[in-house]
Every structure is written in C-alpha cells, then in structure tokens.
C-alpha cells in the first residue's frame, strides 16, 4: 500500500475473512470487458480438456499401456485433487505474494498444465529419440505418458477453485453473478472445447505445419500451449488482486491509535483489517506493521492441517448441504457423460432471463429436474431422434452446476459480511475459513464424484450386463437431487 497521504490507484485489500466475514467492503465495479478477460481461462482450459479428450486414448493406446493400468490413469487425478484441494485452497487464503493470493497458483497450475500436456503429446517422441533398448522404451514411454496425464488432468480440475476465489476477491457481488455467467459461457457452451474438437478434426500432417513439426501430437501440443498460454496471461491481466502482506508503515495521520483487534490469545484475526479516518469516511486498509510493533504479534498464523480439517468438519450446515448436492448433481452429470458425447445446449442468456421470474432455488431444482426427466426417458425409450432432442437437457444440467452452487457461495459470503458489519468491534473471528477454502471444498465434489462414477459405474454394468443401466443410474441420483436442492439447500432472499 501507499504511504503517502493522496489517493492511491490499488484497491484496499479485502482479506477474506476479509476472511471469515468474507469481505467487509465492497469492490468498485468491473467493467464486462475486464470480466470477460477473467473468463479467459475457462476457454484455455476447455479448448485444452478438448485435445486432451481427443488424443488421449490414441496416445496410451501408441505408448502400449496395459489395460489393467487405465482405471489408475483416470483415478489417480481425482483422488489427488480431492485430497489435496482444501488444502491449496487454504495455503492461497494466507499467501503473501506481492501480486495478490490467488494469481500464484492459477500460474503455477497453469504450468503444470503445460507440463502435463508436453508429456503426454510428447513423451514417447522424447523417449524414442533418447533410449535406445526397446523394453525400456516401453517402460519409459508409459510412465512419462502417464504421468502427463494425471498431472495435466489433476491440474485442469485444480485451476477451477482457485480462479473462482479469485472472481470472488475482488468484485462486487453484482459482478461476481456476472462473471459466474461468463464462466459458464467458456464452460457449459463449450466454445474453447468446439475449437479444440476443430482442431483436432484437421489432417495436419498434409499441411506445412503438420510437416514442420512431425506428427499431429506436436501441432496440437504447439495450439494448446499457444491458447492456454495467451488465455491465462489475459486472466491474470484481467483485474488488480492487491497482495495479502505487513507492507511499510502507514503516516501517522492515518494511524488508528486504538489498533486492529486482537483475538482471544493475542494473535492478530486472520485477514484482520484496520479502519481509519479519512476526511469523515472510515477507510479500511490492511494490517501494517508500526516501529514499534512486533512481527511475530502482526503475523497472521498459517492453518495446519488439523485446523483445516476442524474448519471443514464444522462449516455452517448450508455450506455442507451445497457440497453436498453439488456431489450428487456431478455424480449423475458425469454417469451420463461417460456414454454420449460432449452436445451441450448453448443456454446461458436462457437461463440469465429465467433466474429473475423463478430464483436460484427454482433454477437450481430444473436444471436437476429436467437432466433427470431427460436421462430417464432416454434410458427407457432408446431412439435416436428423441435422444438427440433429450440431449440438450445435459446442457441445462452442464450450465446449472458450473453456475448455481457459486452464486449460492457468493450469497453465503455476502450474507456473513453484513454480520460481521453488525457485530461489535473486535468480536473474535470463530469461522476459520477463507473464499479459498468454501471453493476448493465445493469444487473438491467434483473430484469425488470422478472417483464414485469411475469406481462404481463399471461394477453396476457388470451386474445389469447393459450400459442402459447408466442412464437410468444418472436420472435417478438426478431425481434425489431434485428432493435435496429443494429440502436442503439454504437459499439467501
């Protein structure tokens, strides 16, 4: 932060908790342009999962990988991720980066994607050009090529929490709700994926590029990189992210003599916020550390494991019932998604329009409903004319997930701001979470319903001795998740 006594140009930062209140003060408005730009990543990240679905099984299927391997390939990832996401998501609430909290890990994720898509795509032209004896090559080439792929797939479904929180750190609540719905429009519309199919569909190796490069691996490793590259330099640009740090010590004119608020064992709040006076408007800006003040008393505590899992464990029940149908609703989107192909209704302005007549809760309880209806007549009545007519109800179900269940957390977190404004000055913080920590843990659902889907869909076949079974599986948790999204749920009015 500045120290001078004009105006400054950053934004003050709004811990998160700001931090358990989530934010005190509210963000100045973002223009549609500086949100699309946010949005940016989504769309690398789409046209990457893209390639990757295209080229992926040819690969493990050119290195040789045992079928026996495959369910550990797929499995591997989100296993990980849920593992590991609330613990990342964490680590970024108290990262002190001088370019902000979130930006450090969408850029090191954002590597590991590189990384991941450079080994799968090119692993074996490596290994080929480098070994020589041939059972090493083998075993060379399937273990780089697998560990391409998990890393590429852990990251790409890792990239989603940390983007989100950042959406959520510095806009308004009103451009928070918009930039969700750009999000979806890169996502649930699949424009980055439609171009990387159509990518993909090019015979390469009769153009010049193809034959510059070698083999349509490296073309399409060389567009990945390119887009991924250019989408996440955009987002990154996007929006100002002030860091989360003790920076130099403010004027005396703008030192608060009373202090920020210490908690109950003399550890300043994670997130803590100093108000002060500035020509008769309270002004809030982050903790510094004075002369005489000691850094050990003004450093914020890092949260260890064991009070990650305490603050997960003892979340607000609505927090633990969103998971929860978030879970249910990715179990039953991704039963479906394992036997058709990627034909998603473009219906993103639709369902802008209809949440202002039927609300979250009512567009949260159709996009489940209607999946659920539509699976479940497909799976009864097979015909191909009204299954490509059923099929955009997995659109509706697509743009639901990948929006609703965050409107829903920015309402949360908006509805504890103004608590929090309403408690007495220096009332302790007992939250314990930050943005970082509600995202991962939501978007961590995701992860386990790859793992229940992955592990327990191929036995259901095996017992029924017909995929049919998947469909009827999908619509029935769907139909379960109508009930919870309507029971359960806590919606903000």
Same mark, same amino acid.
């Given at each position: 932060?500045?120290?001078?006594?004009?105006?400054?140009?950053?934004?003050?930062?709004?811990?998160?908790?700001?931090?358990?209140?989530?934010?005190?003060?509210?963000?100045?408005?973002?223009?549609?342009?500086?949100?699309?730009?946010?949005?940016?990543?989504?769309?690398?990240?789409?046209?990457?999962?893209?390639?990757?679905?295209?080229?992926?099984?040819?690969?493990?299927?050119?290195?040789?990988?045992?079928?026996?391997?495959?369910?550990?390939?797929?499995?591997?990832?989100?296993?990980?991720?849920?593992?590991?996401?609330?613990?990342?998501?964490?680590?970024?609430?108290?990262?002190?980066?001088?370019?902000?909290?979130?930006?450090?890990?969408?850029?090191?994720?954002?590597?590991?994607?590189?990384?991941?898509?450079?080994?799968?795509?090119?692993?074996?032209?490596?290994?080929?050009?480098?070994?020589?004896?041939?059972?090493?090559?083998?075993?060379?080439?399937?273990?780089?090529?697998?560990?391409?792929?998990?890393?590429?797939?852990?990251?790409?479904?890792?990239?989603?929490?940390?983007?989100?929180?950042?959406?959520?750190?510095?806009?308004?609540?009103?451009?928070?709700?918009?930039?969700?719905?750009?999000?979806?429009?890169?996502?649930?519309?699949?424009?980055?994926?439609?171009?990387?199919?159509?990518?993909?569909?090019?015979?390469?190796?009769?153009?010049?590029?193809?034959?510059?490069?070698?083999?349509?691996?490296?073309?399409?490793?060389?567009?990945?990189?390119?887009?991924?590259?250019?989408?996440?330099?955009?987002?990154?640009?996007?929006?100002?992210?002030?860091?989360?740090?003790?920076?130099?010590?403010?004027?005396?004119?703008?030192?608060?003599?009373?202090?920020?608020?210490?908690?109950?064992?003399?550890?300043?709040?994670?997130?803590?916020?100093?108000?002060?006076?500035?020509?008769?408007?309270?002004?809030?800006?982050?903790?510094?550390?004075?002369?005489?003040?000691?850094?050990?008393?003004?450093?914020?505590?890092?949260?260890?494991?064991?009070?990650?899992?305490?603050?997960?464990?003892?979340?607000?029940?609505?927090?633990?019932?969103?998971?929860?149908?978030?879970?249910?609703?990715?179990?039953?989107?991704?039963?479906?998604?394992?036997?058709?192909?990627?034909?998603?209704?473009?219906?993103?302005?639709?369902?802008?329009?209809?949440?202002?007549?039927?609300?979250?809760?009512? /567009?949260?309880? %159709?996009?489940? &409903?209607?999946?659920? =209806?539509?699976? $479940?007549?497909? *799976?009864?009545?097979? +015909?191909?004319?009204?299954?490509?007519?059923?099929?955009?109800?997995?659109?509706?179900?697509?743009?639901?997930?990948?929006?609703?269940?965050?409107?829903?957390?920015?309402?949360?977190?908006?509805?504890?701001?103004?608590?929090?404004?309403?408690?007495?000055?220096?009332?302790?913080?007992?939250?314990?979470?930050?943005?970082?920590?509600?995202?991962?843990? /939501?978007?961590? %659902?995701?992860? &386990?319903?790859?793992? =229940?889907?992955? $592990?327990?869909? *191929?036995?259901?076949? +095996?017992?029924?001795?017909?995929?049919?079974?998947?469909?009827?599986?999908?619509?029935?948790?769907?139909?379960?998740?109508?009930?919870?999204?309507?029971?359960?749920?806590?919606?903000?009015?």
């Amino acid at each position: 932060m500045s120290g001078s006594n004009g105006p400054t140009d950053t934004h003050p930062y709004q811990s998160l908790a700001e931090d358990s209140p989530f934010g005190s003060g509210e963000q100045p408005k973002r223009s549609t342009g500086r949100l699309v730009m946010h949005s940016m990543a989504m769309f690398g990240r789409e046209f990457c999962y893209a390639v990757e679905a295209a080229y992926v099984t040819p690969v493990l299927l050119s290195v040789g990988l045992p079928k026996s391997l495959y369910s550990m390939v797929w499995l591997l990832s989100p296993i990980l991720g849920f593992l590991l996401q609330p613990v990342v998501g964490s680590a970024s609430d108290y990262c002190r980066a001088r370019w902000g909290r979130r930006r450090p890990y969408i850029l090191t994720l954002a590597i590991m994607m590189l990384l991941g898509m450079a080994l799968y795509l090119n692993g074996d032209a490596v290994v080929s050009a480098l070994v020589a004896n041939p059972r090493q090559k083998l075993v060379w080439a399937i273990s780089i090529t697998m560990i391409g792929v998990v890393l590429f797939d852990f990251s790409a479904d890792f990239i989603d929490g940390p983007i989100k929180a950042y959406l959520f750190d510095v806009c308004s609540h009103q451009d928070k709700e918009k930039g969700l719905h750009y999000h979806a429009l890169f996502t649930a519309s699949r424009f980055g994926g439609a171009l990387g199919y159509l990518l993909g569909a090019i015979d390469w190796m009769h153009l010049e590029l193809g034959r510059l490069l070698g083999t349509e691996f490296q073309v399409m490793f060389f567009f990945s990189a390119l887009v991924l590259t250019l989408c996440i330099i955009t987002h990154l640009c996007s929006i100002p992210e002030a860091p989360l740090r003790d920076g130099a010590t403010d004027p005396p004119s703008q030192q608060d003599p009373q202090g920020p608020s210490l908690s109950a064992d003399g550890m300043y709040q994670y997130g803590s916020i100093e108000k002060v006076k500035n020509g008769g408007a309270d002004t809030e800006l982050p903790v510094q550390e004075g002369k005489n003040k000691k850094p050990s008393r003004r450093r914020q505590k890092t949260m260890s494991m064991k009070s990650l899992l305490r603050a997960l464990v003892n979340m607000p029940s609505h927090y633990r019932c969103l998971c929860i149908s978030h879970l249910i609703g990715w179990t039953a989107f991704l039963s479906n998604m394992l036997f058709f192909t990627d034909f998603m209704g473009q219906i993103r302005n639709f369902q802008k329009a209809m949440v202002s007549y039927i609300g979250l809760k009512g /567009l949260y309880f %159709m996009g489940y &409903l209607l999946f659920g =209806l539509g699976t $479940g007549f497909i *799976g009864l009545f097979p +015909n191909v004319y009204s299954t490509l007519v059923l099929c955009s109800m997995f659109g509706v179900m697509s743009s639901t997930l990948y929006t609703v269940p965050f409107n829903l957390i920015a309402e949360y977190h908006r509805e504890e701001e103004k608590e929090k404004q309403q408690e007495a000055p220096g009332a302790p913080d007992n939250h314990g979470r930050g943005k970082g920590v509600d995202c991962a843990a /939501l978007t961590c %659902m995701v992860q &386990l319903a790859q793992i =229940l889907v992955g $592990g327990g869909l *191929g036995f259901l076949v +095996n017992m029924a001795g017909s995929v049919v079974v998947v469909v009827i599986t999908a619509s029935a948790v769907a139909l379960i998740g109508c009930c919870f999204v309507a029971l359960f749920v806590r919606y903000v009015d």
